[in-house]
Structure formats: C-alpha cells, structure tokens
C-alpha cells in the first residue's frame, strides 16, 4: 500500500499514519445494564458507553433499564428496552409513606394573652 503525503500550510498530513480507526464498546445483540442520562431533540433517551452514544426510545431520564443493542453506527447506536435493571428497583414499588408533621399544642380556650 502506498503511502499518501500530503501539505497543508504548516502541517503535513500522513493518511496512514495518522488514522486510527475507533472501534464501537459495544456489538449488535450486546445486552447491558443502562442508566439514561438525558433525552434527546427527537424524544429518545440516551446513554453513554466509554464515550460512545446509544438512544434508546420510550425511557425517561434517570430510567435504569436492561437494553439490547440492535445497530451500531461508526459515532452512535440504538438499542431497545427488554427490561429493567439488575439490581434496579422496580418501576411500580410504592414510594415511603411520608413523615407525618410534628403535633402543634393547642391553646387552652380561656386564656389571655396579655
């Protein structure tokens, strides 16, 4: 293979040196724990694996789901929900009932203030 040079002002440009192909962290039919970090313009949420970017549809932010990666692109990839969590707690747990407020005496009804 032939090596291409190439100048640009000050900078020269080595085609095969200076390219470093990324890999993806992850592979189609991956299946991973994720907590979704926010939602994007188009109402996908997403999470992020070392750097790498995977929306996924129907989640809300701070959802900890179990996903499945069904496609995986050179900067992005899209999974789809197939449950919850390891570990996460589920979804339709009730939350704790609240602390009831502190007991206020009540003033006895034939008392003066002066």
């Keep these: 293979m ?3 040079n190439r ?3 000050n900078k020269s440009f080595n085609r095969d040196r200076d390219f470093v192909p990324q890999q993806a962290p992850v592979k189609v ?3 991973l724990d994720a907590s979704i970090e926010g939602v994007g313009e188009k109402g996908d949420g997403f999470m ?3 750097g790498f970017v995977i929306f996924v549809p129907n989640v809300q932010k701070g959802d900890n789901v179990r996903i ?3 496609k995986v692109l050179r900067k992005v990839g899209f999974a789809d929900v197939i449950g919850q969590a390891t570990g ?3 979804a339709t747990a009730a939350p704790a009932p609240a602390p009831e407020a502190p007991a206020v005496p009540e003033k006895p009804a034939d008392s003066e203030e002066f």
């Design 7 to 9: 100048s640009f002002g």
């Design 2 to 4: 032939q090596t291409v």
């Design 48 to 50: 992020r694996k070392d």
């Design 88 to 90: 996460a707690p589920a």
């Design 68 to 70: 499945r990666v069904n």
């Design 29 to 31: 039919g991956d299946e």
